[in-house]
């Protein structure tokens, strides 16, 4: 691994997992590659294999924080196996002391790996947040641009609503980017219907 790749990292308090820069979209307000930006350093050279982010979330004393999240900027269920195997690492590992974990998503992982994987999230994940950035599929592709294209938008929704049945915490967000009120609003319902908990994120 490139001892310069910054595979783990604490954000607001929490431990940050950064193993993939991989993503099926191209969103309008993506910085994951932008050397300037704060989080342009996440530009990975090379992917850690799965043993080298478990030894990287080790280093960090796990425990000691109160959420690990598997983010990115890159899509992690691009990862989706290895990443269900660091869970069951951490889980054996850590026991009763690991940290709630949540995954942070464009919600596309099932469409990425070509089956529901939600039901694997079972027992695995305690939070799951999805990227909703617009209420039709208009907007979302507008912002989002899947290389899969429109079937991306119910892809989604779907991964919304079947990770619900096998995960304790499912939220839905969009960032501030461009939004009236009333997209917000329309943004808050849909994720309600979905059965999701609905945030609104600043744009960094
Ligand atoms: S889904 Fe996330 S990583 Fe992918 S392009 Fe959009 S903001 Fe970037």
């Known amino acids: 691994m490139n001892p310069n790749n910054i ?20 969103c309008v307000f993506c910085i994951r590659d932008q050397e300037g930006s704060g989080l342009g350093g996440l530009w990975l050279d090379g992917e850690p294999t799965r043993q080298e982010v478990l030894d990287s979330i080790l280093n960090m004393d796990p425990t000691a924080y109160p959420e690990i999240v598997f983010c990115g900027y890159g899509e992690p269920t691009c990862r989706l196996d290895d990443m269900l195997w660091l869970c069951d690492r951490l889980h054996e590992t850590l026991g009763d002391t690991c940290p709630p974990i949540r995954l942070n998503t464009n919600g596309h992982g099932s469409l990425i790996n070509g089956r529901d994987v939600t039901p694997e999230l079972a027992g695995r994940l305690d939070a799951v947040s999805v990227s909703l950035n617009g209420s039709n ?15 991306a938008w119910q892809a989604m929704l779907d991964f919304v609503r079947d990770a619900g049945k096998y995960v304790p915490k499912v939220m839905v967000s969009i960032v501030d980017y461009d939004k009236s009120q009333a997209e917000i609003e329309a ?18």
Do not use: H, W
């Open 137 to 151: 599929p208009e907007e979302y592709l507008r912002l989002t641009c899947p290389g899969s294209g429109e079937k």
């Open 187 to 204: 943004c808050r319902q849909l994720a309600e219907s979905l059965g999701a908990i609905f945030r609104v994120r600043p744009f960094a």
């Open 7 to 26: 595979v783990t990292y604490d954000y607001f308090g929490s431990l940050y997992i950064n193993m993939t820069n991989r993503c099926d979209c191209r």
